[in-house]
T-cell receptor
């Protein structure tokens, strides 16, 4: 089991560029989510999905798009990068929705927007 | 709005002592609360889950308590070791039951 994998590990973008952060899990988990982590702010939920074809917004969704065409993959798209999107991005998955289920996190993608 | 607060100041303690970290929540009473450990440059790792009807949960040297009256959870590491140095995060499900909210974490340093 690879668990939750994320690519790339590091990325530098110029303002206005777009890119996709990849996330995949091999545990057949229904629930997947994206967080960003900024110093002193903790983890903030961007988007989440309760299953293939179903996504919803989290706390800070502006500037990001997601889709979930398969159970395994949950990519996060930055439409037009802004310096405020400089952050560390974590993808997570769990068997279901809610804190009764532990979340498995990927290693993170460190994104810098200049 | 619902908030989950952890002491943002780092906690420094001597090896062998008990470390106690605090998680306070407001405007909501979660049914479950989770604790995670995060090492620098890595994603959080799940440690413990405690339910509102459980006063205490233990796992090896870890102990978590859940006081619904005080709206607080305490996380204890007994016989602490330098390897326990990390950031510890608490999390709960918000009232819509759709989003998990994390605290900002407390950095724990254990000195030999």
């Amino acid at each position: 089991n690879a668990g939750v994998t994320q690519t790339p590990k590091f990325q530098v973008l110029k303002t206005g560029q777009s890119m996709t952060l990849q996330c995949a899990q091999d545990m057949n988990h229904e629930y997947m989510s994206w967080y960003r982590q900024d110093p002193g702010m903790g983890l903030r939920l961007i988007h989440y999905s309760v299953g293939a074809g179903i996504t919803d917004q989290g706390e800070v969704p502006n500037g990001y798009n997601v889709s979930r065409s398969t159970t395994e993959d949950f990519p996060l798209r930055l439409l037009s990068a802004a310096p405020s999107q400089t952050s560390v991005y974590f993808c997570a998955s769990s068997r279901g929705q809610g804190t009764v289920y532990e979340q498995y996190f990927g290693p993170g993608t460190r994104l810098t927007v200049t | 709005s619902q908030k989950i607060e952890q002491n943002s100041e780092a906690l420094n303690i001597q090896e062998g002592k008990t470390a106690t970290l605090t998680c306070n929540y407001t405007n909501y009473s979660p049914a479950y609360l989770q604790w995670y450990r995060q090492d620098p440059g890595r994603g959080p790792v799940f440690l413990l889950l405690i339910r509102e009807n459980e006063k205490e949960k233990r796992k090896e040297r870890l102990k978590v308590t859940f006081d619904t009256t005080l709206k607080q959870s305490l996380f204890h590491i007994t016989a602490s070791q330098p390897a326990d140095s990390a950031t510890y995060l608490c999390a709960h499900l918000d009232s819509s039951a759709s989003k998990i909210i994390f605290g900002s974490g407390t950095r724990l340093s254990i000195r030999p």
